[in-house]
Nanobody, 122 residues
Framework: QVYVVESGGGSVQSGGSLRLSCVVS????????MGWYRQAPGKQRELVAT?????RINYGDFVKGRFTISRDNAKVYLQMNSLKPEDTAVYFC??????????????????WGQGTQVTVSS
């Protein structure tokens, strides 16, 4: 079992900044990749940024240099600058892991946090 907890959301004005944090915990797991997705009302969940074990990073097209993802072991961060009203959404932390390694029953597991609200006002 892998537990994912986000923090750092809030309300800011357009042009402001926020830093999201995500902590992963559990037993008998190995993280392959971590990332952030977001979902605005009435829209599908979309990729914001991901970072793999070899530090390969992908950003959604809309990021355009405004956001930076970073990772420290089982923690992942998203620094968001120059926020726009269209960035308003619930942001979810995503973890792609391999569980059951010690128990010799390895299997992939995708885990999500509960989400943190980001609201940007104009």
């Amino acid at each position: 079992q892998v537990y994912v907890v986000e923090s750092g959301g809030g309300s800011v004005q357009s042009g402001g900044s926020l830093r999201l944090s995500c902590v992963v915990s559990g037993r008998d797991f190995h993280i392959n990749a971590m990332g952030w997705y977001r979902q605005a009302p009435g829209k599908q969940r979309e990729l914001v940024a991901t970072i793999s074990n070899n530090n390969r990073i992908n950003y959604g097209d809309f990021v355009k240099g405004r956001f930076t993802i970073s990772r420290d072991n089982a923690k992942v961060y998203l620094q968001m600058n120059s926020l726009k009203p269209e960035d308003t959404a619930v942001y979810f932390c995503n973890v792609e892991a391999l569980v059951g390694i010690v128990s010799d029953r390895p299997r992939p597991l995708t885990s999500w946090g509960q989400g943190t609200q980001v609201t940007v006002s104009s």
